[in-house]
């Protein structure tokens, strides 16, 4: 439940602000394809510093630690289930 509330909590500050800029006459800083493409830019920016410290540290990078620690953050999705295949 706590993802949902910081979904929610994120829309109702992004509505707030898209109503202070409209009372104030202010436009958007960025057109929305744009804005999304920053916020894209920053959430795997995020992640070049867990994979720089990685390296660094001498170990591998593989697609388990790709998909385990990267994906969740850049996606919003939780990490997959670690256990025996069938």
Do not use: D, N
Request: charged share 15%; aromatic share 6%; net charge positive.
């Amino acid at each position: 439940m706590t993802m949902l509330k910081s979904f929610v909590f994120s829309l109702a500050m992004g509505l707030l602000v898209g109503v202070i800029y409209s009372i104030i006459s202010l436009r958007s800083p960025a057109p929305p394809v744009a804005a999304l493409a920053g916020l894209f830019g920053m959430l795997v920016g995020e992640q070049l510093v867990s994979l720089v410290q990685r390296l660094r540290r001498g170990e591998p990078l593989t697609l388990a630690w790709f998909r385990h620690e990267c994906v969740p953050k850049i996606s919003g999705t939780p990490p997959p289930v670690e256990g025996p295949r069938p």
